[in-house]
């Protein structure tokens, strides 16, 4: 159940693209918290704030924060323009944003009778920390598939493909909620993000997964699109108990509208937990039970024993995939460039090197796809 407390803002710490985060005094001490302006309007130091606390409570790590939920004494200005999505659905958040896929969209002539992404390489992830290091394989790379000099230079056959981000509502709802999106964002190392399902506050938004693709590639012109869910994955360590699942049926979307999707396993060397070491097994049922397209496996060519279990692992797709072998060389340093931190459920670039190779290894593979 929700945890409730009323505090007073005492500082703005820092603050980025739809989010700002404070100190907050509350009648235990003092904490940590997230507020979304376009929500609740921003915050001063002294206004009085009514928080949730429950993922404090909860000692979450992703979602480590208490959330502002109104500035009672200061309300917002009520919203105007057009917009009949109601996301966050009968919570006592739901917002009202402008669909591109609705009627009152400029963008729905476009829409309605689209029907296909035109072959464009959709790159699936598991986990939301998989965004920047597939850019940083994608970028690290030119349209043949040649190193650039540096991750996000132009590539030698023309210009940096356009990347959109595309965010189902797996984890974290509001995409303010990630800093990684909002630098990414800033430096057009992102086209633009798309917010599906009950997900909202992207560039673009969208009703279905289905229609935030399709925005991707004929709103946002993009040329590549990665797939993964927000941060704050949950899982249950059962085998169909964990959000992930949506890896799968991103499979499913983005090839019945025609597209190329690259799968990205989630590997870990640094998990020490049975089910996550080598290929987890969150990958091996979202790619091998749950999506029931067939996709392009990303392998990443890993050296010694582990690389050949994680090899010997990944076996299991190619019954209904294609497992498609890339090297990997040459990706550290492009991952040591990466503008934003790298971190899984973590750890750092260095405590879990694996996990960020197999994801710019897809992100290479992707950028051999464009043509």
Same mark, same amino acid.
Request: glycine share 12%; aromatic share 4%.
């Given at each position: 159940?929700?945890?409730?407390?009323?505090?007073?803002?005492?500082?703005?710490?820092?603050?980025?693209? +739809?989010?700002?985060?404070?100190?907050?005094?509350?009648?235990?001490?003092?904490?940590?918290?997230?507020?979304? !302006?376009?929500? $609740?309007?921003?915050?001063?130091?002294?206004?009085?704030?009514?928080?949730?606390?429950?993922?404090?409570?909860?000692?979450?790590?992703?979602?480590?924060?208490?959330?502002?939920?109104?500035?009672?004494?200061? =309300?917002?200005?009520?919203?105007?323009?057009?917009?009949?999505?109601?996301?966050?659905?009968?919570?006592?958040?739901?917002?009202?944003?402008?669909?591109?896929?609705e009627q #009152?969209?400029?963008?729905?002539?476009?829409?309605?009778?689209?029907?296909?992404?035109?072959?464009?390489?959709?790159?699936?992830?598991?986990?939301?920390?998989? =965004?920047?290091?597939?850019?940083?394989? %994608?970028?690290?790379?030119?349209?043949?598939?040649?190193?650039?000099?540096?991750?996000?230079?132009?590539?030698?056959?023309?210009?940096? !493909?356009?990347?959109?981000?595309?965010?189902?509502?797996?984890?974290?709802?509001?995409?303010?909620?990630?800093?990684?999106?909002?630098?990414?964002?800033?430096?057009?190392?992102?086209?633009?993000?798309?917010?599906?399902?009950?997900?909202?506050?992207?560039? $673009?938004?969208?009703?279905?997964?289905?229609?935030?693709?399709?925005?991707?590639?004929?709103? %946002?012109?993009?040329?590549?699109?990665?797939?993964?869910?927000?941060?704050?994955?949950?899982?249950?360590?059962?085998?169909? +108990?964990?959000?992930?699942?949506? /890896?799968?049926?991103? $499979?499913? /979307?983005?090839?019945?509208?025609?597209?190329?999707?690259?799968?990205?396993?989630r590997v870990?060397?640094?998990?020490?937990?049975?089910?996550?070491?080598?290929?987890?097994?969150?990958? =091996?049922?979202?790619?091998?039970?749950?999506?029931?397209?067939?996709a392009q496996?990303?392998?990443?060519?890993?050296?010694?024993?582990?690389?050949?279990?994680? &090899?010997?692992? &990944?076996?299991?797709? /190619?019954?209904?995939?294609?497992?498609?072998?890339?090297?990997?060389?040459?990706?550290?340093?492009?991952?040591?460039?990466? !503008? $934003?931190?790298?971190?899984?459920? +973590?750890?750092?670039?260095?405590? #879990?090197?694996?996990?960020?190779?197999?994801?710019?290894?897809? +992100?290479?593979?992707? /950028?051999?796809?464009?043509?």
């Amino acid at each position: 159940m929700i945890r409730w407390r009323k505090g007073e803002v005492l500082r703005v710490r820092r603050e980025w693209p +739809g989010a700002v985060e404070l100190d907050v005094s509350v009648p235990e001490g003092e904490c940590r918290a997230l507020a979304y !302006p376009s929500l $609740v309007g921003r915050p001063e130091p002294g206004d009085t704030v009514l928080l949730n606390t429950t993922a404090l409570a909860m000692g979450l790590g992703t979602g480590g924060y208490a959330m502002v939920v109104a500035v009672p004494d200061r =309300l917002p200005q009520d919203p105007s323009g057009p917009g009949h999505l109601v996301k966050a659905r009968y919570t006592p958040l739901q917002a009202t944003v402008l669909g591109a896929d609705e009627q #009152d969209s400029p963008h729905h002539a476009v829409l309605r009778d689209a029907d296909s992404i035109d072959g464009m390489p959709v790159v699936v992830a598991d986990l939301h920390s998989a =965004l920047p290091a597939v850019l940083c394989g %994608l970028f690290a790379a030119g349209r043949t598939g040649s190193p650039a000099t540096a991750p996000g230079e132009l590539a030698p056959s023309g210009g940096r !493909p356009r990347v959109a981000y595309v965010m189902p509502d797996g984890g974290a709802l509001p995409a303010w909620f990630s800093m990684s999106c909002g630098r990414l964002r800033e430096l057009d190392w992102l086209c633009g993000v798309v917010t599906t399902g009950q997900a909202f506050g992207g560039d $673009v938004e969208a009703v279905t997964l289905h229609t935030g693709l399709l925005a991707a590639r004929h709103v %946002l012109g993009a040329d590549v699109a990665v797939v993964a869910q927000g941060p704050g994955n949950l899982g249950t360590g059962t085998r169909w +108990g964990f959000s992930g699942v949506s /890896a799968g049926e991103a $499979v499913n /979307a983005a090839a019945v509208l025609g597209g190329r999707p690259v799968a990205a396993l989630r590997v870990s060397e640094g998990d020490l937990r049975e089910r996550h070491l080598g290929v987890s097994h969150h990958s =091996l049922t979202a790619y091998g039970r749950v999506a029931l397209a067939p996709a392009q496996v990303v392998l990443p060519e890993l050296p010694g024993d582990f690389g050949r279990r994680v &090899a010997a692992q &990944a076996q299991a797709l /190619a019954v209904r995939h294609e497992l498609v072998r890339v090297p990997v060389d040459g990706l550290y340093e492009a991952l040591r460039q990466s !503008p $934003v931190r790298l971190s899984t459920m +973590g750890r750092g670039l260095d405590e #879990d090197l694996a996990c960020f190779l197999a994801s710019a290894a897809a +992100g290479r593979h992707a /950028a051999s796809l464009l043509t």
